[in-house]
């Protein structure tokens, strides 16, 4: 079994950044692609960004490209380090493993318990 965690989440005024981690224990994470996702309060689900399991490739929301960047120490642990924040970027924050890099939420087989993310105005 998988067991991840996130920590990093804070409440930020917009323009700030924040660092995100998310760190695994049970099997090596590195045998995963890893995602991130948002959650707003009342909305779906979101697409954040993943990057393979070997780190080679990474993939962004159209709305965190040039902001966020995804990467990962091929150990343990993920990172999102996210700039520029916006009041839009709020959300519930959770990380993902699955066996293959996808944007869909579906194709991740462990998550996270989250981590929220607050940003003001």
């Known amino acids: 079994q998988v067991q991840l965690v996130e920590s990093g989440g804070g409440l930020v005024q917009a323009g700030d950044s924040l660092r995100l981690s998310c760190t695994a224990s049970?099997?090596?994470?590195?045998?995963?692609?890893m995602g991130w996702f948002r959650q707003a309060p009342g909305k779906e689900r979101e697409f954040v960004s993943a990057v393979s399991r070997n780190g080679g490739n990474t993939y962004y929301a159209d709305s965190v490209q040039g902001r966020f960047t995804i990467s990962r120490d091929n150990k343990n642990t993920v990172f999102l380090q996210m700039n520029s924040l916006k009041p839009e970027d709020t959300a519930v924050y959770y990380c993902a493993a699955g066996p293959y890099l996808d944007r869909r939420s579906l194709a991740y087989n462990y998550w996270g318990q989250g981590t929220q993310v607050t940003v003001s105005s």
């Open positions: 049970g099997r090596a994470v590195s045998v995963y692609a």
